[in-house]
């Protein structure tokens, strides 16, 4: 089985803090992900990465950095957090580069930043 | 970019009654998936289905990618059944990222 981990479940943060969330993939996937989810918005993607030490942007990346450093850990930076990053943070993966196969995803980090 | 709508919005039922969800995209997609959200927000994958019909247990989906639609169905719910659930798209080459659809939330009644 597939399994992604997220390193936690619930985090509160203050204003200006710089917020790290790590999500680790157990399965040699070359794609990884990082969403937010936002009641009335949905699931919006904001990075990915499909090697290590490439990313590219989501569709709402402002506010946010990442980093691959290794195949299996993609981690997203949030450089001076604002309570308007207070989301649900998910993360995913998937196995191939191209037409990437099915996406498994983490169980999520519920941020909260006052 | 390709538009992703799921009907119906909210849906509510007696345990044991069958349910069908819908899941309309307005391109062509290369993958399809609907997961199911949990109260605690995980999405756990139900079925990968970029084209024809699966089964699995109680529940089975059939994706029509030429008409642009796919439907999840639900047999004799359950109230574990209860949450939101979710159709994402693939779509188009070099962007591997997940459209997602704003989800179906199903209440069943015991």
């Known amino acids: 089985d597939v399994k992604v981990t997220q390193s936690s479940r619930y985090l509160v943060k203050r204003t200006g803090e710089k917020v790290f969330l790590e999500c680790v993939q157990d399965?040699?996937?070359?794609?990884m992900f990082w969403y937010r989810q936002d009641p009335g918005l949905g699931l919006r993607l904001i990075y990915f990465?499909?090697?290590?030490?490439?990313?590219e942007k989501g569709d709402i990346p402002e506010g946010y950095s990442v980093s691959r450093e290794k195949k299996e850990r993609f981690s997203l930076i949030l450089e001076s957090a604002s309570t308007n990053q207070t989301s649900m943070y998910l993360c995913a993966s998937s196995l191939y580069r191209v037409n990437s196969g099915e996406q498994f995803f983490g169980p999520g980090t519920r941020l909260t930043v006052l | 970019g390709i538009q992703v709508e799921q009907s119906p919005p909210d849906l509510i039922l007696q345990e044991g009654a069958n349910s069908t969800l819908r899941c309309n995209f307005s391109?062509?997609?290369?993958?399809l998936q609907w997961f199911h959200q949990n109260p605690w927000g995980q999405l756990i994958n139900l079925f990968y289905i970029p084209s024809g019909t699966k089964q699995n247990g109680r529940l089975s989906a059939t994706t029509v990618a030429t008409e642009r639609y796919s439907l999840l169905y639900i047999s004799s719910s359950q109230t574990t059944d209860s949450g939101v659930y979710f159709c994402a798209v693939e779509h188009g080459f070099g962007n591997e990222k997940l459209t997602f659809g704003t989800g179906t939330r199903l209440t069943i009644i015991p």
């Open positions: 391109d062509s997609v290369n993958n």
């Open positions: 990465s499909y090697d290590v030490k490439m990313k």
């Open positions: 399965m040699d996937h070359e794609n």
